[in-house]
């Protein structure tokens, strides 16, 4: 029998899987002239933003569900104000991007991501240049352009505001790394939204003053609440989601869902939207792209298995090594040696909590292996 735990974990994949592609394809329908007709991506963004700024600020500061992070100024200023940017910048140009080209060739162009997080964080100097890396990114950049080319509505806009998105996102995510986690501060989705979605509102009130407010005032737009509150809501039920499926199951599983959830919402967006059309050249370019997406989240789950082999293997190995030297240093030492050994138990007490103490040669080895994992 399937037990209770798998069938809650199989439950936060499917509303994960359902909450993306309905966002998604909620917002293709709100921005799309041929349906709600509501062609002001930077104001549908603006929406999200406040509205799930404002569940965030009742969520912590009115029901206190959670505490907020002790957030200095310096923090906020070099933190969270860029990261912000770049997080306003990616989704003011991939909702654009809805005006312009058909959510499955969106879709397929999303698996440019771990190419442009690659190259962002190579450029920011948070990861090597690897050549087996490197080849899956020019393979996925290969599938991709087979893809385009198959294309049979290709908008050079649309294509343009996709991938300057996916850089963008590109670059949050590589200045959430090296900025916050470096500075030890961990953000929930609710902390997250708190200080960041504000954040961005502002942000994206630059633009949208300039080029969506002319506009609106001009077009007789039609403004239904309803419509627009239950595209916010599932744009905040998605996040929360996210945080779901991470904690009950993990980043790897999370990818693998991720991969199901474009194949489904590339057969799905042809559905919903007749026009969408999908040639053969599509697929086989896509089909490409996606061996190498998967090729690079076998090698990340590599690394990260062997990340933490080595750090399980690190301690065992100071453990021995202290026992080799203290087995061979009771066979000089003369009649005080259980004095010497209560003091050596100590000392090993001492280096276990705080490796950097150069009094031993288990400190050494303690700061060879420290310095080894940093590196």
């Not at 450029?123 to 020019?138: A, H, P, Q």
């Not at 633009?207 to 309803?226: A, D, R, S, V």
């Not at 599509?282 to 990340?300: D, E, H, M, R, S």
Request: hydrophobic content about 50%; overall charge positive.
């Amino acid at each position: 029998m399937i037990s209770k735990s798998l069938l809650l974990t199989y439950l936060y994949l499917l509303i994960y899987i359902t909450l993306s592609s309905g966002v998604i394809l909620y917002n293709k329908w709100v921005l799309s002239p041929k349906y709600f007709n509501f062609p002001f991506p930077i104001t549908l963004t603006m929406i999200h933003m406040g509205f799930s700024g404002a569940v965030a600020f009742f969520l912590i500061r009115v029901f206190k569900v959670v505490s907020p992070v002790k957030m200095t100024f310096n923090i906020y200023a070099t933190c969270v104000i860029p990261i912000s940017a770049f997080f306003a910048s990616s989704l003011w140009f991939g909702n654009t991007a809805y005006l312009h080209i058909s959510v499955a060739f969106i879709q397929m162009l999303k698996a440019l991501m771990p190419v442009a997080t690659f190259v962002v964080a190579v450029l920011c100097g948070t990861d090597k240049l690897r050549w087996d890396v490197f080849s899956n990114m020019v393979l996925v950049s290969v599938g991709v352009v087979i893809s385009s080319y198959g294309e049979i509505h290709f908008n050079v806009i649309g294509t343009v505001y996709q991938v300057t998105g996916i850089f963008a996102e590109a670059l949050r995510l590589v200045l959430t790394q090296v900025l916050l986690q470096k500075k030890g501060l961990t953000l929930n989705p609710i902390t997250s939204l708190y200080y960041i979605a504000p954040c961005s509102f502002v942000f994206l009130f630059v633009p949208w003053y300039f080029l969506e407010k002319p506009g609106m005032e001009i077009t007789q737009i039609q403004f239904n609440f309803w419509i627009f509150f239950s595209n916010a809501v599932c744009a905040l039920l998605l996040n929360f989601s996210i945080f779901l499926v991470i904690g009950r199951t993990g980043a790897v599983t999370m990818r693998v869902a991720g991969v199901l959830k474009d194949w489904i919402l590339i057969a799905l967006s042809t559905v919903v939207f007749p026009e969408s059309m999908i040639t053969g050249l599509n697929i086989i370019g896509y089909g490409i792209a996606l061996c190498g997406v998967v090729l690079y989240n076998y090698l990340k789950v590599k690394d990260v298995r062997a990340t933490q082999l080595a750090s399980e293997i690190i301690p065992e190995r100071i453990v021995k090594d202290w026992k080799i030297e203290k087995k061979s240093s009771d066979i000089y030492v003369p009649d005080g040696s259980n004095n010497d050994e209560g003091s050596g138990t100590s000392d090993f007490a001492v280096d276990e909590e705080a490796p950097l103490v150069s009094s031993s040669r288990l400190s050494h080895i303690g700061r060879t292996q420290q310095s080894n994992r940093n590196l």
